[in-house]
């Protein structure tokens, strides 16, 4: 459709206040009550509560004219009859059945209608849309804009500057209000390159009536659990029109855009959401970001212009800034890319557009010329594979192509971060006359970065060459070449396929601009290495490497190279999701995973992971690799004992004596026998198993909210409604509870709450001792671990021990996860509490994840036990158990790791005490050393806990590179476990993120 004029909608608002909106209600509707003034920038609406509930008077300038007013009304009664599941305001007919009014005001007249008033809460407030809420945004667009298909009315057609197909007209029309002229080049240059990308399908788009303005501003919602509003309803239908179908969705996204930060795959969901009810085409799909350029480009001159008429609006200064923003970010992106991103993110393959250039680049001739002395890439392996060339001979070259993925073997105890480490694996393959070749589409880990809230571009869009000095290199296409600043050159094909070379220099022979064929020398390789880089798309400048999340588009452009060398470098690409689904299918599902969505975790180092696409994460979860994740001392120690022996304790070997005596030494004095097992379940099971045979009783006073492992005894003991929803139901009649002794939320609070706690042990032992049934132990954990560390009020362990050996039972502590010098300040967490218990059970960084366990307690105990029948663990204590036991204690102590814990844990603690000052939704900060939970409470009188905030926040903690998961029995706590050697570097990376969380909102 030709569509030429258009109106420019600011004439007056309308002068109609409180008190003339409740004349008009009364006379016109029949209906009174309270009125409130609602915010409008063109018109008058007041909300009034009537009896008969809320319903919003909305008075117009009569610029919208009558026929737009009654297609909205007409819209609107469309909606509520053929959609009712579409929440959105229903006209209420006046007292003699009409639905528009025009009511005298000032000199003039203006339009009146009633409507039903939709309640919900505006999006308005947050710093950032959740991705769910950016999917909501799309969905509820394109269900409004499937819904108006079948509605038509002669009032849609209407000529205003928000209408898309006149963006072309409105931009240059209005350009002139913008005063700054390099901001006016910056909006007419990015409107004339989307008008003409535009136009390329302009022709083609569907068109019908949109809603026009269906953005965050337009919709309210409810809060979800984890308080975020989910948009489900649409409050404002000012924009109606005949336009594109797209528009809607340019508009949608438009919105997102405008929030800082947000880039094009941030409004991936909302592109997917409404390509899942309203399938977009090709040509929809290639339109919509020329749009959102030119409603970026609309929104500038509009506002610049509305402020030219009426200088001294300041409300127009904050909406300007975001639409400048949007303008920004959207002509940030290259149009080709853009389209590229958007087909791979809804799963399409990337278009037509540059089939021609990728035929091309499928068929170029290799570069590397074999002959004498040259050299081609020939087989594909992680490791060195190279045949020599014999000097002066025509040769067939083999060469290797080198991982440097992130689960690349070359690439071990740290090697990754070695600022050459590509350069030297690179030479390394191509040793000692071959070439080497890295791959391409690869997610290298050597490009990660470690303690950054920002994902790192860690995807190759080239490919990087080693070749033997001196070999030839040739045009693999015909095409003009011309030579680029840092010794390399560009090649670009007639289809606009060009290739970019980096570390060879074109010979002298070869003139700049000149044209060449394919196989015509064009040099020779004198460098260290060459990169060689397609694109299809002569415009683009790409870079090296691409962001994971833009990969796919980015791959799209810069195709694979593997014809420049005849061998293949493309990188498998992994499938993350059929990964998870056979793990899925395969594993009992009973084995969670942390995230709904989880990410790929392929290499740990130190106290970060790496998921496969090459992004770290400060790793907060991880108390079993208490030295760190893949420590060298500890994989050679253990290679080399697998290599030497292994079998099992019955035999006599150095190993199990030393690691025993080792052991023993760090438990306090009288606690010298020590039984080697390979978990704490299995350790908190022998250790109930000792008390009940060593006592001959069969009762334990076991702690609520604890978890003490999955066998029959340790889960018997485990009560934490978390990991069992119904453990209080079902606990064996032997086991007797005794309340959390948590004075921050339990039943008892406060400082002084440890006698209280204390009373209600000795009360539940003395009941039991008159029931004739003694518990043979009191276990506990010596921090509530489970609740994030917190600290048991002071002199309750002491008189709970007291009783239970009062009573003739033993004292069992549960040090699998507190102990080991993790708490900083203590090896055991029971010193704090100035108390030595009988048994202690021990595990997790007793191994950093290698599987070993151990119950140690007094001689006396251990023979009573032994008195009774023999104890077996088949792999428990084995040699390899052993001397990872022993290597880990050495890193302990020779790495300073318990001192480590006191400085960092200080830090930390330090740190979000400083955040709870400034984010009422951290009720308390528990724990000491690296052990520390931050418990998170929607009030702070009533500690509701905020279970939902926490989990959204770990949610968000992952985005920016930290792996933090909810604990506690109302799943409202962050507990930081990290491993021991975490840095104040990382600490603070941690610490950073949770307040750009904390501040964002969720
Ligand atoms: C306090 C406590 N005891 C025992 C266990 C069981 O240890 P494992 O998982 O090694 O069997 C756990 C595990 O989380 C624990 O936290």
């Given at each position: 459709m030709q569509v030429d004029g258009f109106s420019l909608e600011v004439s007056p608002r309308p002068t109609v206040d409180a008190a003339g909106a409740a004349a008009i209600a009364r006379e016109l509707y029949g209906v009174e009550g309270p009125v409130v003034e609602l915010g409008s920038q063109q018109d008058r609406n007041f909300r009034i509560d009537t009896c008969a509930g809320r319903v919003v008077l909305k008075v117009?300038?009569?610029?919208?004219?009558?026929?737009?007013?009654?297609?909205?009304?007409?819209?609107?009664?469309?909606?509520?009859?053929?959609?009712?599941?579409?929440?959105?305001?229903?006209?209420?007919?006046?007292?003699?059945?009409?639905?528009?009014?025009?009511?005298?005001?000032?000199?003039?007249?203006?339009?009146?209608?009633?409507?039903?008033?939709?309640?919900?809460?505006?999006?308005?407030?947050?710093?950032?849309?959740?991705?769910?809420?950016?999917?909501?945004?799309?969905?509820?667009?394109?269900?409004?804009?499937?819904?108006?298909?079948?509605?038509?009315?002669?009032?849609?057609?209407?000529?205003?500057?928000?209408?898309?197909?006149?963006?072309?007209?409105?931009?240059?029309?209005?350009?002139?209000?913008?005063?700054?002229?390099?901001?006016?080049?910056?909006?007419?240059?990015?409107?004339?390159?989307?008008?003409?990308?535009?136009?390329?399908?302009?022709?083609?788009l569907r068109v019908g009536p949109i809603h026009?303005?269906?953005?965050?501003?337009?919709?309210?919602?409810?809060?979800?659990?984890?308080?975020?509003?989910?948009?489900?309803?649409?409050?404002?239908?000012?924009?109606?029109?005949?336009?594109?179908?797209?528009?809607?969705?340019?508009?949608?996204?438009?919105?997102?855009?405008?929030?800082?930060?947000?880039?094009?795959?941030?409004?991936?969901?909302?592109?997917?959401?409404?390509?899942?009810?309203?399938?977009?085409?090709?040509?929809?799909?290639?339109?919509?970001?020329?749009?959102?350029?030119?409603?970026?480009?609309?929104?500038?001159?509009?506002?610049?212009?509305?402020?030219?008429?009426?200088p001294g609006n300041a409300d127009l200064a904050e909406p300007l800034e975001g639409e400048w923003r949007i303008l920004e970010s959207a002509r940030a992106v290259d149009l080709d890319l853009a389209q590229s991103l958007l087909r791979a993110g809804l799963g399409l393959p990337v278009g037509e557009r540059h089939a021609a250039a990728l035929g091309v680049a499928r068929s170029a001739t290799p570069m590397l010329s074999t002959g004498p002395g040259g050299t081609s890439v020939t087989s594909v392996t992680s490791v060195t594979s190279v045949t020599s060339a014999t000097p002066g001979t025509p040769v067939t070259p083999v060469t290797s192509v080198v991982d440097l993925s992130v689960t690349s073997p070359l690439l071990h105890s740290g090697r990754f971060l070695e600022p050459e480490v590509e350069h030297d694996v690179l030479r390394e393959a191509a040793r000692p006359r071959g070439s080497a070749a890295t791959r391409w589409g690869e997610a290298r880990l050597t490009r990660t970065r470690l303690d950054s809230i920002v994902a790192p571009e860690t995807i190759a869009l080239g490919t990087q060459v080693v070749a033997q000095e001196g070999s030839l290199v040739v045009s693999p296409l015909a095409g003009i070449v011309s030579r680029e600043a840092d010794s390399g050159f560009r090649l670009v094909h007639e289809t606009g396929l060009n290739l970019v070379v980096r570390g060879i220099s074109l010979s002298g022979d070869v003139a700049d601009g000149e044209h060449v064929e394919a196989g015509s020398p064009l040099g020779v390789f004198t460098t260290e290495s060459a990169h060689l880089q397609w694109c299809v798309s002569p415009q683009l400048d790409p870079p090296a490497f691409a962001l994971p999340s833009t990969a796919e588009g980015w791959l799209a452009l810069c195709p694979d190279p593997s014809p420049l060398l005849g061998v293949d470098v493309a990188a498998p690409r992994p499938d993350p999701a059929d990964l998870l689904r056979r793990r899925r299918r395969a594993l009992a599902s009973v084995q969670e995973s942390y995230y709904e969505q989880p990410m790929r975790i392929e290499r740990g180092w130190r106290h970060h992971l790496v998921d496969i696409e090459g992004r770290a994460y400060v790793d907060m979860v991880n108390n079993v690799a208490a030295i760190g994740h893949a420590h060298p001392r500890l994989a050679?120690?253990?290679?080399?004992?697998?290599?030497?022996?292994?079998?099992?304790?019955?035999?006599?070997?150095?190993?199990?004596?030393?690691?025993?005596?080792?052991?023993?030494?760090?438990?306090?004095?009288?606690?010298?026998?020590?039984?080697?097992?390979?978990?704490?379940?299995?350790?908190?099971?022998?250790?109930?198993?000792?008390?009940?045979?060593?006592?001959?009783?069969?009762?334990?006073?076991?702690?609520?909210?604890?978890y003490h492992g999955w066998t029959a005894l340790s889960d018997a003991v485990t009560t934490s409604l978390?990991?069992?929803?119904?453990?209080?139901?079902?606990?064996?009649?032997?086991?007797?509870?005794?309340?959390?002794?948590?004075?921050?939320?339990?039943?008892?609070?406060?400082?002084?709450?440890?006698?209280?706690?204390?009373?209600?042990?000795?009360?539940?032992?003395?009941?039991?001792?008159?029931?004739?049934?003694?518990?043979?132990?009191?276990?506990?954990?010596?921090?509530?671990?489970?609740?994030?560390?917190?600290?048991?009020?002071?002199?309750?362990?002491?008189?709970?021990?007291?009783?239970?050996?009062?009573?003739?039972?033993?004292?069992?502590?549960?040090?699998?996860?507190?102990?080991?010098?993790?708490?900083?300040?203590?090896?055991?967490?029971?010193?704090?509490?100035?108390?030595?218990?009988?048994?202690?059970?021990?595990?997790?960084?007793?191994?950093?994840?290698?599987?070993?366990?151990?119950?140690?307690?007094?001689?006396?105990?251990?023979?009573?036990?032994?008195?009774?029948?023999?104890?077996?663990?088949?792999?428990?204590?084995?040699?390899?158990?052993?001397?990872?036991?022993?290597?880990?204690?050495?890193?302990?102590?020779?790495?300073?790791?318990?001192?480590?814990?006191?400085?960092?844990?200080?830090?930390?603690?330090?740190?979000?005490?400083?955040?709870?000052?400034?984010?009422?939704?951290?009720?308390?900060?528990?724990?000491?050393?690296?052990?520390?939970?931050?418990?998170?409470?929607?009030?702070?009188?009533?500690?509701?806990?905020?279970?939902?905030?926490?989990?959204?926040?770990?949610?968000?903690?992952?985005?920016?590179?930290?792996?933090?998961?909810?604990?506690?029995?109302?799943?409202?706590?962050?507990?930081?476990?990290?491993?021991?050697?975490?840095?104040?570097?990382?600490?603070?990376?941690?610490?950073?993120?949770?307040?750009?969380?904390?501040?964002?909102?969720?």
């Amino acid at each position: 459709m030709q569509v030429d004029g258009f109106s420019l909608e600011v004439s007056p608002r309308p002068t109609v206040d409180a008190a003339g909106a409740a004349a008009i209600a009364r006379e016109l509707y029949g209906v009174e009550g309270p009125v409130v003034e609602l915010g409008s920038q063109q018109d008058r609406n007041f909300r009034i509560d009537t009896c008969a509930g809320r319903v919003v008077l909305k008075v117009a300038n009569p610029g919208w004219g009558v026929a737009a007013l009654e297609a909205q009304n007409a819209a609107l009664t469309h909606l509520a009859t053929h959609h009712p599941d579409l929440v959105a305001p229903v006209p209420r007919a006046g007292l003699d059945g009409r639905l528009l009014y025009e009511v005298p005001d000032g000199a003039g007249t203006v339009l009146v209608r009633l409507l039903t008033y939709v309640e919900g809460t505006p999006l308005t407030g947050a710093r950032r849309l959740a991705p769910e809420v950016v999917a909501d945004l799309g969905r509820l667009s394109a269900r409004v804009c499937s819904a108006l298909t079948t509605f038509d009315h002669a009032g849609l057609d209407r000529a205003t500057q928000w209408d898309l197909r006149r963006a072309v007209a409105v931009v240059p029309q209005l350009l002139g209000s913008v005063g700054d002229p390099v901001r006016r080049d910056v909006v007419a240059d990015a409107a004339a390159v989307a008008s003409a990308r535009l136009a390329e399908v302009a022709a083609r788009l569907r068109v019908g009536p949109i809603h026009g303005d269906l953005t965050d501003d337009n919709v309210v919602g409810s809060r979800d659990e984890a308080g975020r509003v989910r948009p489900d309803a649409v409050i404002d239908f000012g924009d109606l029109s005949r336009s594109w179908l797209v528009g809607d969705l340019a508009v949608t996204c438009s919105s997102v855009l405008r929030y800082p930060g947000h880039e094009l795959t941030d409004l991936l969901p909302a592109v997917r959401a409404f390509h899942a009810v309203v399938p977009l085409t090709d040509d929809e799909i290639a339109a919509l970001w020329p749009l959102l350029v030119l409603r970026g480009a609309v929104l500038v001159v509009s506002t610049e212009h509305q402020l030219a008429l009426d200088p001294g609006n300041a409300d127009l200064a904050e909406p300007l800034e975001g639409e400048w923003r949007i303008l920004e970010s959207a002509r940030a992106v290259d149009l080709d890319l853009a389209q590229s991103l958007l087909r791979a993110g809804l799963g399409l393959p990337v278009g037509e557009r540059h089939a021609a250039a990728l035929g091309v680049a499928r068929s170029a001739t290799p570069m590397l010329s074999t002959g004498p002395g040259g050299t081609s890439v020939t087989s594909v392996t992680s490791v060195t594979s190279v045949t020599s060339a014999t000097p002066g001979t025509p040769v067939t070259p083999v060469t290797s192509v080198v991982d440097l993925s992130v689960t690349s073997p070359l690439l071990h105890s740290g090697r990754f971060l070695e600022p050459e480490v590509e350069h030297d694996v690179l030479r390394e393959a191509a040793r000692p006359r071959g070439s080497a070749a890295t791959r391409w589409g690869e997610a290298r880990l050597t490009r990660t970065r470690l303690d950054s809230i920002v994902a790192p571009e860690t995807i190759a869009l080239g490919t990087q060459v080693v070749a033997q000095e001196g070999s030839l290199v040739v045009s693999p296409l015909a095409g003009i070449v011309s030579r680029e600043a840092d010794s390399g050159f560009r090649l670009v094909h007639e289809t606009g396929l060009n290739l970019v070379v980096r570390g060879i220099s074109l010979s002298g022979d070869v003139a700049d601009g000149e044209h060449v064929e394919a196989g015509s020398p064009l040099g020779v390789f004198t460098t260290e290495s060459a990169h060689l880089q397609w694109c299809v798309s002569p415009q683009l400048d790409p870079p090296a490497f691409a962001l994971p999340s833009t990969a796919e588009g980015w791959l799209a452009l810069c195709p694979d190279p593997s014809p420049l060398l005849g061998v293949d470098v493309a990188a498998p690409r992994p499938d993350p999701a059929d990964l998870l689904r056979r793990r899925r299918r395969a594993l009992a599902s009973v084995q969670e995973s942390y995230y709904e969505q989880p990410m790929r975790i392929e290499r740990g180092w130190r106290h970060h992971l790496v998921d496969i696409e090459g992004r770290a994460y400060v790793d907060m979860v991880n108390n079993v690799a208490a030295i760190g994740h893949a420590h060298p001392r500890l994989a050679d120690a253990v290679e080399r004992q697998l290599r030497t022996l292994n079998t099992n304790s019955r035999f006599h070997y150095a190993a199990i004596a030393e690691f025993s005596e080792r052991l023993a030494g760090l438990a306090p004095e009288g606690l010298d026998q020590v039984f080697l097992v390979n978990s704490g379940s299995e350790a908190v099971d022998l250790a109930l198993r000792m008390a009940q045979t060593v006592t001959g009783r069969q009762d334990v006073v076991a702690v609520r909210e604890a978890y003490h492992g999955w066998t029959a005894l340790s889960d018997a003991v485990t009560t934490s409604l978390y990991d069992n929803p119904s453990a209080l139901d079902s606990r064996p009649e032997w086991v007797h509870l005794t309340s959390a002794p948590n004075a921050y939320r339990g039943r008892f609070r406060g400082p002084s709450s440890g006698a209280d706690y204390a009373a209600e042990v000795r009360e539940l032992i003395d009941g039991l001792v008159e029931r004739g049934r003694p518990p043979a132990a009191y276990v506990c954990e010596p921090l509530l671990g489970n609740a994030g560390g917190v600290f048991l009020p002071d002199g309750y362990l002491t008189a709970a021990y007291d009783a239970v050996r009062a009573a003739g039972g033993l004292a069992v502590a549960d040090e699998v996860q507190v102990g080991y010098g993790r708490t900083g300040r203590w090896w055991w967490a029971f010193e704090r509490s100035g108390v030595v218990p009988d048994v202690v059970t021990v595990a997790k960084a007793m191994g950093n994840g290698h599987p070993l366990g151990a119950v140690i307690t007094t001689r006396e105990i251990a023979d009573a036990f032994g008195a009774a029948g023999s104890f077996f663990s088949s792999a428990g204590g084995s040699p390899v158990s052993c001397v990872t036991g022993m290597t880990v204690l050495d890193v302990i102590q020779d790495e300073g790791l318990q001192a480590n814990a006191v400085a960092v844990g200080d830090h930390l603690v330090e740190g979000l005490t400083a955040l709870m000052a400034r984010h009422s939704v951290i009720g308390a900060v528990h724990g000491t050393g690296l052990y520390l939970g931050v418990e998170l409470v929607r009030d702070r009188e009533t500690l509701e806990p905020a279970g939902a905030e926490c989990a959204a926040i770990c949610e968000r903690l992952r985005e920016l590179g930290v792996i933090v998961q909810p604990t506690g029995e109302r799943a409202n706590v962050l507990k930081l476990k990290p491993p021991m050697c975490l840095t104040l570097g990382s600490a603070d990376v941690v610490l950073h993120a949770l307040d750009a969380v904390l501040t964002e909102g969720w």
